[in-house]
Nanobody, 123 residues
Framework: QVQLVESGGGLVQAGDSLRLSCAASERTFRNNVMAWFRQAPGKEREFVAGKAWSIGIAYYADSVKGRFTISADNAKDTVYLQMNSLKPEDTAVYYC????????????????WGQGTQVTVSS
């Protein structure tokens, strides 16, 4: 099973940018759907962004559309989440996930997860 390791989280101010990285243990994401989820304290894990690399289609949660971008570096087997114009409500633990269903937005549709990285946005 693919192993995923996130990095890049931290404490930033509202309006700042941050880039999260997700390193995969093997070149799996070219045939997989790779996604980012987040979970704030006391809330359910929610979908943020995903991309089906085999068909080149990215999709985003409405709350981040236009601010966040999912991308990848094939040579480094790494998926990124570029987060711009951050808001306090973006504060959460961000998780990278791998699955097989293009367009999937439910956590149960993904079968590999990273350990998460904390993003905190102060007002």
């Amino acid at each position: 099973q693919v192993q995923l390791v996130e990095s890049g989280g931290g404490l930033v101010q509202a309006g700042d940018s941050l880039r999260l990285s997700c390193a995969a243990s093997e070149r799996t994401f070219r045939n997989n759907v790779m996604a980012w989820f987040r979970q704030a304290p006391g809330k359910e894990r929610e979908f943020v962004a995903g991309k089906a690399w085999s068909i080149g289609i990215a999709y985003y949660a409405d709350s981040v559309k236009g601010r966040f971008t999912i991308s990848a570096d094939n040579a480094k087997d790494t998926v990124y989440l570029q987060m711009n114009s951050l808001k306090p409500e973006d504060t959460a633990v961000y998780y990278c996930a791998a699955g097989w269903q293009p367009g999937a937005r439910a956590p149960r549709q993904y079968d590999a997860w990273g350990q998460g990285t904390q993003v905190t946005v102060s007002s």
